[in-house]
């Protein structure tokens, strides 16, 4: 068992958004770490942020990804920061990864600057600048496919990864 492809990316990447679409197109189910992790913990992400800090959401979240990929034949979307844990890059190995790239004003733009997500809580834009070049080599690093999604409807971007999914 293995998903249809797993989608990665900083936040504002599309990865709900785009996840949703290609699982429809594809006929699949849709399935989103966050929202296992916020399932298993009972409360939002940004909650266990602040009620009980960053490792142990990471804890979770690799967790999360664990269960998911060895559950889950349809599309996976994983949290932006999932792929910093090593033991989720090793298990990502193989995999129909796809990052889907964005640049930072489009991500600005799709997160809003007033955005809840507990790592871009102080000057959100620098914040999410920072995150994004940090984490930038390992998603390139795990894809397969690499999709930009600047400018671009979400149906585009699902045409794009469509085309570049191995049977």
Partial sequence: MSPRAVLIGPPGSGKSTVGQLLAD??????????????????????????????????????????????EHEGVLSLGGGAILAEATRELLAGHQVVYLEVGLSQAVQ??????????LVLNPRSQLKKLMEARRPLYEGLARHTVATDDRKPDEVVDEIVRGLQP
């Fill in 110 to 119: 799709r997160v809003g600057l007033a955005s809840a997500r507990p790592l």
């Fill in 25 to 70: 197109r594809l006929g699949v189910s849709f399935r989103d770490t966050d929202a296992d992790v916020e399932r298993t913990a009972g409360k939002p992400v940004g909650d266990i942020f602040i009620e009980d800090g960053e490792e142990a959401f990471r804890a979770l979240e690799a967790e999360a990804v664990r269960l998911a990929l060895a």
